[in-house]
């Protein structure tokens, strides 16, 4: 039975794994996308749904797990499948370049633009997943009132701001690009590929790109144009000394 070490060290098991790995972080962008569209619920009364949320996220599980075991778990599987699918990438990439001869350049005839930014549009991603903690996670990029557990509130104020909304949404447009060439390729690494399937695929994955992009835009488009009002004062009293983002 072969092990995954040895799945590593060979070059098609380095692509299972990153693929894997790719399979894993998808996973983890739908279900952030979809506690993010909490917000679209607005400020609402005591506590903004998005507020309820990220406090649910923390007690799940509880009793049976200590609080905020669960986040710190999934953390801990994003934080691996990161560093897995960026190394094996990383790693990949060195392979195909150490096994061309130096002196024919490499033919990009049939490649997309998507494939050909993947180095550029990933190494971006990871900027922005830093900039993203760093800012509604641990909250040390408070340019903008931060307050912890008042999520909503954070996302109203730093959203405000036209630089933050335009960072997000160059972000996700590489994410866009990054993500519907990902798609296509996992697939076919995982042999789902084939002739009668392939325009499924494509299909499936420009759309699933999408629905992903337009679900992460739509929070700072709002709260930027005013759709959803101001947090009430009732969040503001409130103080939470933990982490104040979800993820």
Not at 51 to 63: M, Q, S, V
Not at 80 to 104: E, T
Request: aromatic share 12%; proline share 4%.
């Amino acid at each position: 039975m072969i092990t995954v070490a040895e799945m590593w060290r060979s070059t098609i098991g380095k692509k299972t794994i990153v693929a894997v790995t790719g399979v894993v972080l998808v996973a983890y962008l739908v279900l952030h996308m979809a506690g993010n569209l909490n917000s679209l619920f607005g400020p609402g009364g005591a506590e903004p749904r998005i507020d309820w949320y990220a406090h649910w996220l923390r007690t799940f599980g509880e009793p049976l797990v200590p609080y905020e075991g669960i986040i710190w778990a999934v953390r801990a599987v994003l934080l691996g499948a990161i560093a897995v699918h960026i190394v094996g990438v990383v790693q990949l990439n060195a392979r195909n370049r150490a096994a061309r001869p130096s002196a024919f350049p490499a033919k990009r005839i049939g490649r997309s633009w998507e494939s050909r930014l993947m180095m550029v549009s990933g190494t971006l991603l990871l900027a922005f997943i830093v900039f993203h903690i760093l800012q509604f996670t641990t909250l040390t990029i408070d340019a903008t009132p931060l307050k912890a557990g008042a999520l909503y509130s954070n996302l109203y104020y730093a959203f405000q701001e036209w630089y933050f909304v335009a960072i997000y949404l160059v972000a996700l447009a590489f994410l866009g690009t990054h993500l519907r060439h990902a798609l296509w390729s996992l697939c076919q690494t995982l042999g789902l590929d084939s002739p009668e399937r392939n325009f499924g695929i494509r299909m499936g994955a420009n759309a699933l790109t999408l629905v992903i992009v337009i679900g992460f835009a739509l929070v700072p488009v709002l709260f930027f144009t005013g759709v959803l009002g101001e947090p009430s004062a009732n969040e503001l009293s409130a103080t939470i000394t933990t982490f104040g983002g979800s993820f």
